[in-house]
C-alpha cells in the first residue's frame, strides 16, 4: 500500500461527463503533484502544488482543472475529455517542492469513450 | 531530441546476471538524478540517486558522468523480483521539476 491515496481506481467516462479525480496524503507534506502517464510512455508532469498554491502547470488544456482544498487533498477535475487523454493519472507528494523521493499514488485508470 | 534518452530495452536476462542501463540527458544545468522503478501497473518508486562519485546500494551500482551527460545503472546478481521497468530521471530548472525517461523493461528468467 501506498502513503498517497488515489481514488477512484478505474473510472470511465463519456466525453460529456464532468468527473473528478481525488488524491490524499498525510504525511505532512507541502508539494503535490499530477502526473499523466500514457501506456509504455514515461509520466508527464501536468501540475504542481506548493503549499496548496499551483506553481506549476505544463500547459496543459483547460479540461483539467486541478484544485487544492487544504494540505492533504489534491483533485484533478474533468470535464470534456477526449479520447486522447485516456491514461493512468498520477498523484505524488514530497515534503517540499522538489524534494525526494515523491511518494506516488497508485493512481487513477482513466477511460474515456 | 527528447530530454532524457535510456536504452530501448527490453533486457531479458537470466538470474544471476549483471545487466546494466544507460541514459543521456541534454540539459546540462541539470541537477539532480535518480533512477525510479516502476513495476507493471503499479505507480513509480525511487530506486536510487546518483552523484557523481558513483554511489553503491547493495546489488546496484549508479554512476553519473556529468561532463558526458550520462547516466548508468548496474544490477549484479540479478534476482526475479528485479523485473520491472527502470526510469531514468533528471531535476532541472529552478522548480526542481522532474522529466522521466521512457524507461527500460528488465525481465529476469528463471
Known amino acids: 500500500d501506498t502513503e498517497v491515496t488515489q481514488t477512484p481506481k478505474h473510472l470511465v467516462m463519456g466525453m460529456t461527463n464532468k468527473k473528478s479525480l481525488k488524491c490524499e496524503q498525510h504525511m505532512g507534506h507541502r508539494a503535490m503533484y499530477w502526473y499523466k502517464q500514457k501506456a509504455k510512455k514515461p509520466p508527464e508532469l501536468m501540475f504542481v502544488?506548493?503549499?496548496?498554491?499551483?506553481?506549476i502547470n505544463e500547459s496543459v488544456p483547460s479540461r483539467f482543472s486541478p484544485e487544492c482544498p487544504n494540505s492533504s487533498l489534491l483533485n484533478l477535475h474533468l470535464h470534456a475529455l477526449q479520447p486522447e487523454d485516456s491514461a493512468l493519472y498520477l498523484c505524488?507528494?514530497?515534503?517540499?517542492?522538489?524534494?525526494?523521493?515523491?511518494?506516488f499514488g497508485d493512481g487513477t485508470r482513466l477511460s474515456i469513450l | 531530441r527528447k530530454e532524457v534518452e535510456q536504452d530501448p530495452g527490453p533486457f531479458n536476462v537470466p538470474e544471476g546476471a549483471t545487466v546494466a542501463f544507460n541514459c543521456t540527458y541534454s540539459?546540462?544545468?541539470?541537477?539532480?538524478f535518480f533512477w525510479y522503478r516502476q513495476d507493471c501497473r503499479k505507480e513509480p518508486k525511487l530506486l536510487m540517486s546518483?552523484?557523481?562519485s558513483g554511489n553503491e546500494d547493495g546489488r546496484f551500482t549508479a554512476q553519473l558522468n556529468r561532463a558526458s551527460q550520462y547516466i548508468s545503472l548496474l544490477i549484479r546478481d540479478s534476482k526475479l523480483s528485479d523485473s520491472a521497468t527502470y526510469l531514468c530521471?533528471?531535476?532541472?530548472?529552478?522548480?526542481?521539476?522532474?522529466?522521466f525517461g521512457s524507461g527500460t523493461q528488465l525481465t529476469v528468467l528463471p
Open positions: 546518483v552523484y557523481s
Open positions: 505524488a507528494s514530497s515534503q517540499d517542492p522538489g524534494d525526494q523521493p515523491q511518494h
Open positions: 530521471v533528471v531535476e532541472s530548472g529552478s522548480a526542481r521539476q522532474l522529466t
Open positions: 502544488y506548493s503549499y496548496e498554491k499551483l506553481s
Open positions: 540539459n546540462s544545468a541539470s541537477q539532480s
